[in-house]
């Protein structure tokens, strides 16, 4: 089946850096999904993209849909500490058998020290 | 305000002991999904509903039933419950589809379940 990469599995980083993160695939998706879950929650989503080339920003938040079809990437600038938790990509599939079913990266799990 | 709500968010129960996790959406979604996640593992899909009495396995239905009665209410059942079935479990839903807004998909908080 269809299996998402997401790279880095954790990242220990200052309060203040920037944060990037990326997840590719071996399949090719309509839609990718960003999402972040604090500990003992369930995931929000933070951005969604639509199109091949496509760059979302959501306050600090920035994020690509990239041109392959196969990959994305969510960038965070200036972190602060309420960036903590884990991010997860999500992508989506709306054709075939498996039409509109999400296929979820294994997260990141970012912690910034103040 | 719209929300998926889930209920309970904390089981503890015992082997063989059946048990209902209730899952509700304000959001007039047709479509609901029961996820479980494990350390390791990510968020893993047990089944969803396209639309009332229309339910379909996901990649790990074994040992969980669904119901779709209700287009607002998707309760995952635990006819038999084992410890390998102790995780945390997710309540999702969004539009059908068709649109690209369609795919974005809303959690519950989630219901933390041990079985012993």
């Known amino acids: 089946g269809q299996q998402l990469n997401q790279s880095p599995q954790s990242m220990f980083i200052q309060e203040g850096e920037d944060v990037s993160m990326n997840c590719t695939s071996s399949?090719?998706?309509?839609?990718w999904l960003w999402y972040k879950q604090d500990p003992g929650e369930g995931p929000v989503l933070l951005i969604a993209?639509?199109?091949?080339?496509e760059l979302t920003s959501n306050g600090r938040l920035t994020a690509q849909f990239g041109i392959t079809r196969k990959d994305s990437f969510l960038n965070i600038s200036a972190s602060i500490p309420s960036d903590v938790g884990i991010y997860f990509c999500?992508?989506?599939?709306?054709?075939?058998?498996?039409?509109?079913?999400?296929?979820f990266g294994q997260g990141t799990i970012l912690t910034v020290h103040p | 305000e719209a929300q998926v709500t889930q209920n309970p968010r904390y089981l503890i129960t015992v082997t063989g002991k059946k048990l209902t996790v209730t899952c509700s959406q304000n959001?007039?979604?047709?479509?609901m999904s029961w996820y479980r996640q494990d350390p390791g593992l990510g968020l893993r899909q047990i089944y969803y509903?396209?639309?009332?009495?229309?339910?379909d396995k996901g990649d790990v239905p074994e040992g969980y039933k669904v119901s779709r009665k209700e287009k607002r209410n998707f309760p995952l059942i635990l006819e038999s419950p084992s410890p390998n079935q102790t995780s945390l479990y997710f309540c999702a839903s969004r539009l059908a589809g068709g649109r690209d807004s369609s795919y974005e998909q809303y959690f519950g908080p989630g219901t933390r379940l041990t079985v012993t």
């Open positions: 999500a992508g989506v599939n709306a054709g075939g058998t498996s039409y509109g079913k999400l296929t």
């Open positions: 399949s090719i998706f309509n839609t």
């Open positions: 509903s396209m639309n009332v009495e229309v339910t």
């Open positions: 959001m007039n979604h047709e479509y």
């Open positions: 993209l639509y199109k091949a080339g």
